[in-house]
């Protein structure tokens, strides 16, 4: 009987190319093949390190369909490696199928670890981290990502974001206006690459950094947010949740009035009107 192959999930580099771990490397020197979520992206990856494997495209349009046919050879006693575009497959991008289906049918998946965006940003920003909620991109609609970020407003835990350069000052202007003035934040940019930076303060304080500085409105970013904190910010950030969905359907003072007597947060913290 054949031995399966193992299904490495490999780590590569956010940026800095050097943050590539050397079992990372060669893991990717020794394996069959190497399913990328880019084949161009993976082999300019390989090229800098002098490697010629070969590529399999695997992304969230084809991902079903090669599932099986991956789980296939991997049975059939091949070793693949599993790779994104950056940072550790599966962290807000595709492979949970293919490993799903590789473990389904016994095959071994082992994680080589590394760079991820999130964590890398997660442990310079000096907020709490002994309990954070990933919730990767928010939504590109605008009426969704308000929606989305209302329900969010009361977490008590560490929020942390993924966003893109076109709709990073549109997703700050959006926390402010659901998680309120006060919420402190921490916006990472372009994290391990040349033009790195790392913004703290309370939200309004970054949409405006971001609106006056046409350089940090460039690149990728991971927004962490503090959570809502002890009851009283919790019933505040409901009481905004509440009041933003009732203002659709009844006047804002009656519905301040009504989001105060469910949440149990201060009326005048919700609506300024008499």
Do not use: W
Request: glycine content about 8%; aromatic content about 4%; overall charge neutral.
């Amino acid at each position: 009987m054949q031995t399966p192959g193992t299904l490495h999930v490999v780590a590569t580099p956010i940026g800095n190319l050097g943050d590539l771990s050397p079992r990372a490397l060669e893991t990717l020197r020794t394996v069959d093949a190497i399913c990328a979520e880019d084949t161009r992206h993976t082999r300019q990856l390989l090229s800098h390190f002098g490697l010629e494997r070969p590529l399999l495209a695997l992304h969230q349009h084809n991902e079903d369909a090669q599932a099986a046919q991956l789980v296939d050879r991997l049975r059939g006693g091949q070793s693949l490696a599993l790779v994104s575009d950056a940072g550790t497959p599966l962290v807000s991008d595709p492979g949970f199928r293919l490993v799903r289906a590789a473990r389904a049918a016994g095959v071994r998946v082992s994680p080589v670890p590394g760079a991820c965006a999130a964590i890398a940003a997660l442990s310079v920003a000096g907020v709490p981290s002994d309990r954070f909620v990933f919730e990767g991109f928010l939504p590109a609609k605008a009426g969704a990502r308000r929606e989305r970020l209302a329900a969010l407003a009361g977490e008590p835990r560490t929020l942390l974001f993924y966003e893109s350069a076109h709709r990073i000052e549109e997703s700050l202007a959006d926390l402010v206006t659901a998680f309120g003035p006060d919420r402190r934040a921490v916006l990472g940019r372009e994290l391990t690459k040349l033009f790195e930076t790392v913004l703290d303060g309370p939200l309004p304080d970054l949409l405006a950094q971001v609106q006056a500085d046409a350089n940090q409105r460039k690149g990728e970013f991971v927004v962490v947010v503090e959570g809502a904190g002890d009851d009283a910010d919790a019933r505040v950030a409901e009481g905004r949740r509440l009041y933003a969905k009732l203002t659709e359907h009844l006047k804002p003072s009656q519905a301040a009035k009504l989001a105060a007597e469910l949440s149990g947060a201060p009326r005048k913290a919700l609506y300024g009107g008499e």
